[in-house]
């Protein structure tokens, strides 16, 4: 018989003589009897505010999502708004996705806001999370809530922290959030007296406030005019983007857009589906068998919340292919500053942003157009940071990351999948009007900047003890650190947690200006760059591999693609 650690037994006990609902407790006397390791897994740690705010299983426990964990959590924003705000009238937006439990989290936030005096603006209906950024400007709010756990499987949820830039908490506030929460030891702790008087529901016609921005972000109407036709499919994946991407995309004027039925309700536990993923070919089968069937020459899908998006298009073969969100974030800064270029709007007052495991492909186009690009930590409120600091001094044109996040303008603060689906199009539609293909689009950019080609690996661990092996995995990165990888020497290693950068042959350290995170950078002596970095969420590390080469002549594309495929293979079998 498995024993369980005292600590853990104490915390389930507190739980158990603790105000909680009798089928709660039911669940806590089931896994001490029978599933004593599940029982660890759900009270050795208390969930925390990571890189995206608080996320994890759904379940009993301190380590579980719950109306518990939501409420004590909840009520730490609450304190610490008061302290921020004193004397103000504070206001919070919130709103979630279609994942299991959501609206009961979601109303469990508002009711714990409202009994602290906070105004609650409650989306009457599910939005995208763009939306959610949008509405904490747009109406003056001082925080926003959004529960979702965004492409995680079906057995997640989360809780997503805005602050009054529209943004994702950055620091301080995020770690002052979390000691805030740390002194809400007990449920009593909580104010759990809802005042409705407090609650008001931000209705539709803000949908039509929203869409009106987002349509003012087309740069190539007559384009979009003489390809009006053109078709596109279109998939939420059972999430909440089912009204708005389509709304988006009829917007900018298309006319012929067709919604995968079977994945247009909303649903949490995504039945057609194995994760309802974008980035994961298998969650768009649906959609590239209807857009074969209605010969589309685009391929669009969002995750639950709607703030990832993917793009398959047909290549020469007629056959999808999948873009990854290097391609497309490197296709539409490409499309974005030949436009601005165009219109003869670029005068060294705009800028982009992209992160440090992001294709430097899109550096590389940027500086191409003489226009800066900011490199910044993984997180898109990191991008929004960089956003706000520059905020009335120079233009933000777009940006992303290469997990399928993009934001074109800067009315919302955090990846915008609506606006990003419309905007590919649009850029497919514009090529196409010159005789282009995207394939053909890329391998310009190639042959005027370099091929650069990416990949991804994702060790995800289980419970407490996985949690520990990935941490030692990086101590072990960090302090005996690789002198090749797949018979390549390593030339520069970069420790963004301890702030250096070492150039391995002379030995020297030099200090980097970022802020402190966990992640560690190899760089190659053939141009190959690697990053190690953890999730700050789950027991989970991701392997980021980008290889490049020079490519001068367009008609070598698929061959230098393939070179450097192969070098991809070598390093993910390294790192396997």
């Known amino acids: 018989m498995t024993t369980i650690d005292p600590s853990i037994q104490a915390k389930a006990d507190a739980w158990l003589s603790g105000n909680i609902d009798e089928e709660s407790k039911a669940q806590i006397r089931t896994l001490i009897d029978q599933n004593p390791s599940e029982l660890t897994d759900s009270f050795y740690q208390d969930l925390e505010f990571g890189t995206g705010g608080l996320r994890g299983l ?30 103000e009238t504070i206001r919070v937006a919130i709103t979630h996705d279609c994942r299991i439990n959501n609206t ?8 714990v806001l409202t009994a602290n005096g906070i105004h609650v603006l409650y989306f009457k209906e599910m939005r995208p999370t763009p939306m959610l950024s ?44 979390i000691d805030e929460v740390k002194k809400i030891t007990s449920f009593d702790d909580v104010n759990w007296d809802k005042n409705d008087a407090l609650f008001q529901y931000i209705e539709e016609d803000f949908d039509e406030t929203y869409m009106k921005l987002v349509k003012g972000l087309s740069l190539a109407p007559d384009a979009i005019a003489a390809q009006k036709n053109m078709p596109i499919v279109f998939s939420p994946i059972h999430g909440a983007s089912g009204k708005m991407v389509p709304a988006a995309i009829k917007a900018f004027g298309f006319e012929n857009v067709h919604i995968v039925k079977e994945q247009a309700e909303p649903d949490g536990n995504f039945p057609t589906v194995i994760y309802p993923n974008p980035e994961e070919a298998e ?32 290549n020469a073969s007629g056959e999808f292919e999948l873009l990854n969100g290097n391609q497309t974030g490197a296709l539409l800064t490409y499309y974005l500053l030949s436009q601005w270029k165009k219109a003869g709007k670029l005068d060294g007052k705009q800028f982009m942003v992209n992160t440090i495991v992001t294709t430097e492909l899109i550096d590389r186009i940027c500086e191409g157009f003489g226009v800066k690009c900011f ?6 409120k990191n991008i929004a940071a960089i956003i706000k600091d ?28 609506v606006s990003a689906c419309a905007m590919v199009a649009e850029a497919i539609a514009y090529y196409k009007t010159q005789g282009k293909s995207v394939f053909d689009v890329l391998a310009e950019i190639y042959n005027q ?15 407490k003890d996985g949690a520990e092996q990935i941490q030692a995995l990086m101590t072990d990165f960090r302090h005996h650190p690789p ?68 490519l001068s002549d367009v008609s070598d594309y698929r061959k230098v693609e393939a070179e450097l495929v192969e070098r991809l293979e070598g390093l993910k079998r390294y790192f396997s």
């Open 104 to 111: 009961l989290f979601a109303t469990t936030t508002a009711n």
């Open 483 to 550: 002198a090749e990888m797949n018979g390549i020497a390593v030339a520069k290693i970069v420790d963004v947690k301890e702030s250096t950068v070492k150039d391995v042959k002379s030995g020297k350290t030099e200090k980097l200006d970022m802020d402190k995170s966990n992640v560690m950078q190899f760089y190659l002596a053939d141009g190959s760059k690697i990053s190690a970095r953890p999730s700050g969420t789950e027991p989970k590390i991701k392997y980021y591999f980008s290889v490049n080469a020079p």
């Open 134 to 177: 949008f509405a904490v400007r747009h109406f003056d709010c001082k925080s926003g809530v959004m529960i979702t756990a965004s492409h995680n499987p079906k057995e997640y949820n989360g809780y997503k922290a805005y602050w009054d830039d529209g943004a994702q908490v950055v620091a301080p506030h995020d770690k002052n959030i």
């Open 283 to 314: 969650a768009l089968t649906l959609s590239l068998k209807l857009g074969k069937e209605v010969g589309a020459e685009l391929v669009l899908a969002c995750d639950p919340d709607g703030d990832r998006y993917a793009a398959a298009v047909p």
């Open 390 to 417: 520059l905020e009335g001094k120079e233009t933000f044109i777009g940006g992303g990351e290469e997990s399928y996040g993009y934001l074109v303008g800067d009315f919302v603060r955090d990846k915008d999948g």
């Open 449 to 463: 900047f370099g091929f650069y080609k990416e990949s991804l690996i994702s060790v995800t661990k289980k419970g």
């Open 58 to 87: 759904m379940g009993v426990g301190t380590n579980r999502m719950n109306v518990y964990t939501v409420g004590m959590a909840t009520q730490g924003l609450a304190n610490y708004l008061l302290k921020c705000f004193p004397g």
């Open 375 to 380: 490199s910044v930590l993984t997180g898109f």
